[in-house]
């Protein structure tokens, strides 16, 4: 043994671990080892196995399909011999428990005005969500700059002047009020002096069109002079609304000079705003600009899953990806399939399963079904199998070709409404029976060659995505 790997052996496994969480942090980005590798357990290692435990079977499968390889090789930069993991399913304690959160009905969540840290004034009483906590909120490379920006307010005692306003945007359903209302639920928990106020752009307008009314735009004005954090929800709602800006305005400004900090969300960037004057729109890209991307497959697998760990419900890991795969849309939708699915199997009182999740979700997924035409499947197949498109409407019989052809007619007589004789017309005008025969020809194949079942599977699901 060398005098360095003597040197790098350890006190305790655990210094092992935190070195290996180090690594595997770098590697794998903050994001996708919050979502998953500190959910698992470190428990031992035994000559080149390391024992792991996870909280459910499912987090267990999709670490080791996902990053075994990346975890084994940042333990063998400490430990060369290891070269496996083996991770036991054990519930933890928080598993076990449903979350109380989600036990807890609307009309318990209480208001922000109740608690001292907040706006005393009532009639800017807004009601938070209790679910929407950056503990809930799964990060992945589509949300990680607004997370990080948002969690970084959140701890902070003062306003952040490079990013003041801190403003995220982006589409619906994608996790903006949920982050927003994460800072206001953080501050409270952790930093009850500091005031924080929580209100959506439309409830400012309601609050000013009210004050106006009454001729008492002094209360309104003080309602704001105390505040430390102000978050504003949906700001383009205030889009042609000339008053109500105008007064948006002067607060942000007021609030700004005086080193407070503001947050905003809007669906769109700044610069995308309309019907706004220059200089509010200008100032508001002012301090940090974060986009809130669409979800990935990854981030909607993580959601999905730690959802299903909150309600302490087993759902396999098929019906996940399932999901993962057909609703791409936003969070608020995914989770709307979720429970309508979970709601579904206790409601006939059967387990969940893929058959159950289309039955339940049939409409649904027929509205999100890409319709697939032969041109998508002849393009797909032709780049799989490194073929010129033409190569497909010939009649060249050499397998090379022929075999790519006949797989591509059989997914267009399966993905497609299309007629044989419509498809056969697109595959260079032939025959409706040399259709049935490619389709006949490679269902055989599939029913008996696993390699190329895989394949096509494979290839119909590029198709349909
Ligand atoms: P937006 O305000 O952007 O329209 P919301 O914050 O209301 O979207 O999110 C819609 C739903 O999706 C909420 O129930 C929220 O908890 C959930 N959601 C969105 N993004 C995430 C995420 N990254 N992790 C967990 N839940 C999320
Ligand atoms: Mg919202």
């Not at 180090?22 to 357990?41: A, D, H, P, R, Y």
């Not at 036991?88 to 969540?109: C, F, G």
Request: hydrophobic share 40%; charged share 25%.
């Amino acid at each position: 043994m060398s005098a360095l790997a003597e040197y790098e052996t350890f006190d305790s496994d655990l210094d092992l671990w935190d070195k290996v969480c180090l690594n595997l942090k770098q590697v794998l980005g903050e994001g996708i080892f919050k979502s998953w590798i500190t959910k698992i357990n470190y428990e031992r290692h035994e000559n080149q196995i390391v024992y792991l435990s996870a909280p459910t079977r499912f987090i267990r499968d999709w670490i080791l399909s996902n990053y075994e390889r990346k975890i084994v090789i940042c333990f063998q930069k400490h430990k060369p011999e290891i070269g496996k993991l083996d991770i036991a399913v054990k519930p933890t304690k928080q598993n076990i428990q449903p979350n109380p959160n989600l036990l807890i009905n609307p009309a318990d969540s209480f208001k922000i005005s109740e608690n001292t840290n907040t706006l005393e004034d009532n009639i800017f009483g807004y009601i938070l969500d209790k679910r929407f906590t950056f503990e809930s909120f799964v990060v992945g490379k589509s949300n990680e700059l607004a997370y990080a920006a948002a969690k970084s307010i959140a701890e902070s005692d003062s306003a952040q002047p490079g990013s003041n306003p801190l403003f995220l945007y982006g589409g619906v359903g994608l996790g903006k009020t949920h982050l927003m209302q994460s800072i206001a639920w953080h501050m409270k928990k952790n930093s009850p002096s500091r005031k924080v106020l929580y209100i959506s752009a439309e409830r400012f307008m309601y609050q000013f069109i009210n004050a106006l009314r009454a001729k008492d735009i002094m209360t309104f004005k003080q309602s704001f002079r105390n505040i430390d954090v102000l978050l504003v929800d949906d700001v383009q709602f205030i889009c042609g609304k000339e008053n109500t800006q105008e007064e948006f305005f002067h607060t942000l400004n007021t609030l700004i000079d005086n080193k407070k900090q503001i947050v905003i969300s809007c669906d769109r960037s700044p610069s995308d705003l309309t019907d706004i004057e220059e200089r509010i729109k200008s100032r508001l890209g002012w301090g940090l600009v974060a986009d809130v991307h669409s979800t990935t497959y990854e981030l909607r697998i993580g959601i999905l899953q730690s959802k299903a760990a909150e309600l302490n419900i087993d759902i396999p890991a098929a019906v996940i990806e399932f999901l993962a795969h057909k609703i791409s849309s936003n969070v608020r939708e995914l989770e709307g399939a979720l429970n309508k699915v979970i709601a579904y199997a206790k409601l006939v009182g059967k387990k969940i399963t893929i058959e159950l999740t289309k039955d339940t979700l049939k409409d649904l997924l027929r509205s999100t079904q890409k319709i697939v035409t032969i041109e998508d499947i002849q393009k797909k197949v032709s780049e799989r199998y490194n073929l010129k498109l033409a190569d497909l409407y010939s009649s060249r019989r050499i397998k090379s070709i022929a075999l790519p052809r006949q797989i591509a007619m059989y997914l267009s007589k399966s993905l497609t409404s299309k007629s044989l004789a419509d498809i056969g017309k697109k595959f260079g005008g032939k025959d409706h029976t040399t259709v049935i025969h490619a389709s006949k020809k490679i269902q055989e194949l599939i029913d008996t060659d696993q390699d190329f079942a895989e394949d096509v599977t494979i290839l119909r699901k590029q198709i349909e995505q």
